[in-house]
C-alpha cells in the first residue's frame, strides 16, 4: 500500500487509483479465501454453499470473456470449470476439454500470429455492434442453421445429397440478402447499427430486480445456510441431514478434479505415456442425490427404477402398484402416501431435528 501512495506522485492519478483498487481486489479476494477454508472443515453447508457459488461465477466469467472476447479470461476459466468434469465423471468432456486447452496454450509458441489475433478478440463472431453481445463460432453457426431451418429450406431435400449440398451453398447469401431487403423497406430495424443491448431497459431491470427478491423471500423462508452452526451437511429445504460419506465426497469434488486434471495432462499429454483416447476411470462420488432410495417395480414385463422422494407420480405407482384395489381418485384427495408424516419425517424415515 505504501509503495502505491509513492507512485502517486511519480505517475498519473488515474494510474495510481487503478493500481490501489487492483490491490484492494486481491487482498479481499485472499481474506475470503482464508476464510473459507476456515469453515470448510466444521460446517459442510457452508461448504457446499460456497462450492456452487464458485461454480456459478465461473461460468458467469467464461460467458462474460466470450461476450467480451477477452481470449486469456476465457482459458483461464474453462481450465477452473475443467476440474468439475474431471470430478463429477463428465468424461465425455474432460479429456477433449484438457487437450483443447493444451492445444490452445501451444499456440503462443507453434503459432504466435493466430495467438496475437485471439487475443484481439478474433476468436468469436460480432452479429451486431452492440457491446457484450458477441457468440462463440459454434453458437454463432447455430444461429445461421435456425436462418435456414424455415418453411421451404431443408423440408424434403435431405435425402438427395445434390440438391442439400447446392441449398448449403446457397442459402447463406439468400438469408443476408432477404434480411438487407426487409432492412431496406423498413420492415425490420438494424439491429447490427442499433448499438444498445436487449438487457438494457427498464423492464429488463425490473425482471431481475424481481428475481432478486424471490430469491431473498425463499431464503428467508427455509433460513440463511451461512449461519447454520451444525457440523452436519443437510437438505436447505427439507432440513434432511446427508451421511458422512456424502458430506466427504461434496468437500473433495474441487481437491479431487484439480488432481485428476494435473495426472491427465501429465500423463496423458506432456509426456504421453497413456493414449489420450484411453479409458478415464470414474469416481463414483456420492454426492447429495445418491441418498434417495431406489425402488425397483415390474411393469408389464419391464423392470423400472422409481426414485422414493417428494414426487407425487412415483409415490402413487408405487401405492397402485402393490395395492390393486387402490381407489386413486380418494388417495390422492385423502392420504398422504408415506409412511410417516412428512412434516416430521425425511424420506429414509429419519426424524427432523
Not at 487492483?22 to 459442510?44: C, G, H, M, N, Q
Not at 457446499?48 to 466470450?66: D, K, N, P, S
Not at 453457426?141 to 424455415?150: D, F, G, P, S
Not at 504421453?272 to 425402488?295: G, M
Amino acid at each position: 500500500m505504501q509503495n502505491l501512495c509513492d507512485k502517486f506522485h511519480e505517475s498519473t492519478a488515474y494510474n495510481a487509483l487503478d493500481e490501489l483498487k487492483l490491490a484492494i481486489d486481491e487482498y479481499d479476494l485472499v481474506r475470503l479465501k482464508v476464510f473459507d477454508e476456515s469453515e470448510f472443515e466444521t460446517k459442510p453447508t457452508f461448504m457446499m454453499i460456497r462450492q456452487y457459488m464458485h461454480m456459478v461465477e465461473l461460468l458467469l466469467m467464461f460467458v462474460g470473456a466470450t461476450r467480451t472476447g477477452n481470449w486469456t479470461i476465457h482459458l483461464a476459466t474453462l481450465e477452473q470449470i475443467v476440474k468439475y468434469f474431471f470430478a463429477l465423471d463428465l468424461t465425455n468432456y474432460s479429456g477433449t476439454i484438457a487437450w483443447d486447452i493444451a492445444e490452445m496454450y501451444s499456440l503462443k509458441e507453434t503459432d504466435p500470429d493466430i495467438w496475437n489475433e485471439f487475443e484481439q478478440g478474433n476468436w468469436i463472431v460480432h452479429r451486431t455492434k452492440t457491446s457484450f453481445c458477441a457468440l462463440g463460432c459454434d453458437e454463432a453457426l447455430e444461429h445461421q442453421n435456425r436462418a435456414m431451418k424455415v418453411v421451404g429450406g431443408l423440408v424434403g431435400i435431405t435425402q438427395h445429397p445434390h440438391a442439400l449440398a447446392r441449398y448449403f451453398l446457397t442459402a447463406p447469401e439468400l438469408q443476408r440478402v432477404a434480411q438487407e431487403t426487409l432492412q431496406m423497406a423498413g420492415n425490420i430495424m438494424n439491429d447490427y447499427d442499433s448499438g444498445r443491448h436487449h438487457l438494457d431497459n427498464i423492464s429488463a431491470v425490473q425482471k431481475q430486480e424481481k428475481a432478486i427478491d424471490k430469491i431473498s423471500r425463499e431464503l428467508e423462508c427455509v433460513g440463511n445456510p451461512f449461519t447454520y452452526e451444525n457440523s452436519e451437511l443437510i437438505n436447505l429445504m427439507t432440513k434432511s441431514v446427508f451421511t458422512d460419506d456424502i458430506a466427504s465426497d461434496v468437500r473433495q469434488v474441487e481437491s479431487l478434479g484439480v488432481d485428476l486434471y494435473a495426472v491427465f495432462k501429465t500423463n496423458r499429454i506432456e509426456t504421453a505415456s497413456i493414449s489420450l483416447w484411453a479409458p478415464i476411470k470414474r469416481n463414483k462420488l456420492r454426492l447429495c442425490s445418491s441418498s434417495r432410495k431406489k425402488i425397483k417395480l415390474d411393469l408389464g414385463g419391464g423392470i423400472s427404477e422409481l426414485f422414493a422422494d417428494r414426487n407425487l407420480f412415483a409415490r402413487l405407482l408405487i401405492v397402485t402398484r402393490s395395492q390393486r384395489d387402490v381407489d386413486l381418485a380418494e388417495t390422492i384427495g385423502i392420504y398422504e402416501m408415506s409412511t410417516v408424516p412428512r412434516s416430521m419425517f425425511a424420506y429414509d424415515g429419519t426424524m427432523f431435528v
